[in-house]
Every structure is written in C-alpha cells, then in structure tokens.
T-cell receptor
C-alpha cells in the first residue's frame, strides 16, 4: 500500500450505532488530519494530530472522538450521530519540517469514507 | 483570519478551450498556496503549489502564479480535456510544524467533448 488509505470507503449507520473510521499513511509523515466534506460547503478541518498529540479540535461535537495510537494510524470513533453528519470524511497527512529546516507543507489525502446516517 | 475565495461553478467548457479559475486569498505573512483537484469518488490530490511571491507552480499543463500584490493564485490551462473534469480547490497554508490549511469552496469543472 502506498500513500494514504481509508477504510471503509462507504458506511451506512443508524443514529444509535457505534462505528469507527480508519486512516493509515505510508509516507512517514508526522501529522495527520480529519476533514469533513459536505456538499456546497468548504472543507471543514475537524482534528489535527502532530507527533501523535492532538493540536487542533475545531469545536467538533463529542459524538466524534479521534484516536491516534501512532504516527501512521488515525481513527475517528462515531457514536449517536445525526443525519446532518452524513458527509465525506477525509483523512490527510503531512510532514512538518525536513531536517534541513525547509518547509514541506502540502497535505496528502486519502480517498475518503462516504458516511450516511439514517 | 485566513480565507480563500474562488468561484463555485460549475464551469462548463468544450474540449481544447482555455481554462481560468480565479482564486484570491486573505492571509497574514507569507503563506504557501496550493491547487488541489478532486476527481469523482476520490480524495483531494495536490495539483501544484507555490511557496513565495512570483513563484509559478505547474503540473499536467496547469499553471498558477503567486501574485502577492493582487493576493491571487489563478489556475490556468491552455487546452482542457474531458479527463480534466473534476473539482478544483484553491488553498493556503501559513506554514509551520503542522499546517492548518484553509481551503476554498471548490470549483467544479465540466469539460464536454
């Protein structure tokens, strides 16, 4: 596997279910991100982990719970979601700085998980 | 705060037409600028980038020049193909150890044969 992978690609769940989204990056990066992509809206940054520590949490409801057990894996645990949470959830990774100090600031995205909440 | 403005579209062009998608930004300091592309059913892919004023990013026939005086990063291609049909996102990053990237709303491009 190369790049950033996400599983599952599609998920349908009821409002009382508990499920988890998984992201894995094979790029040796040290930062990982969760985004929500809804129709007609800009990409919304949800969470950022840098060096396995959460550094951003953009007022996301507690029914979304991220977990970053190591620099290659990122999870998004879901419980008691609402229909308005239906969206494409994208994971991304990036490398902060090279050892030379040069900036490398592009993010690499996974294909996303299409979530439908009934 | 930082912001990115681009037309929502859809932009519909005939094959081999010239493409321009406008992007303007608001940011403090000297951000890096990006264009990402999202093909149907896929995640975002980096198309090109520029890290300082007057830099030109280019890839797959697409170009964009970092214009600090007009705070713009317009995307251009001389001759579009049907395979270029996708959603294009302009974005900026202030830089740093991790990057809080600000994205535009995305512009849908449809190229018809």
């Amino acid at each position: 596997e190369t790049g950033v992978t996400q599983t599952p690609r599609h998920l349908v769940m009821g409002m009382t279910n508990k499920k988890s989204l998984k992201c894995e990056q094979h790029l040796g990066h040290n930062a990982m991100y969760w985004y929500k992509q809804s129709a007609k809206k800009p990409l919304e940054l949800m969470f950022v982990y840098s060096l396995e520590e959460r550094v951003e949490n953009n007022s996301v409801p507690s029914r979304f719970s991220p977990e970053c057990p190591n620099s290659s894996h990122l999870f998004l645990h879901l419980h008691t979601l609402q229909p308005e949470d239906s969206a494409l959830y994208l994971c991304a990774s990036s490398q902060g700085f090279q050892s030379s100090g040069a900036r490398l600031n592009e993010q690499f995205f996974g294909p996303g998980t299409r979530l439908t909440v009934l | 705060g930082n912001s990115v403005t681009q037309m929502e579209g859809p932009v519909t062009l005939s094959e081999e037409a010239f493409l321009t998608i406008n992007c303007t930004y608001t940011a403090t300091g000297y951000p890096s600028l990006f264009w990402y592309v999202q093909y149907p059913g896929e995640g975002l892919q980096l198309l090109l980038k520029a890290t300082k004023a007057d830099d030109k990013g280019s890839n797959k026939g697409f170009e964009a020049t970092y214009r600090k005086e007009t705070t713009s990063f317009h995307l251009e291609k001389g001759s579009v193909q049907v395979s270029d049909s996708a959603v294009y996102f302009c974005a900026l990053s202030p830089g740093g150890g991790y990057q809080k990237v600000t994205f535009g709303i995305g512009t849908k491009l449809q190229v018809i044969p």
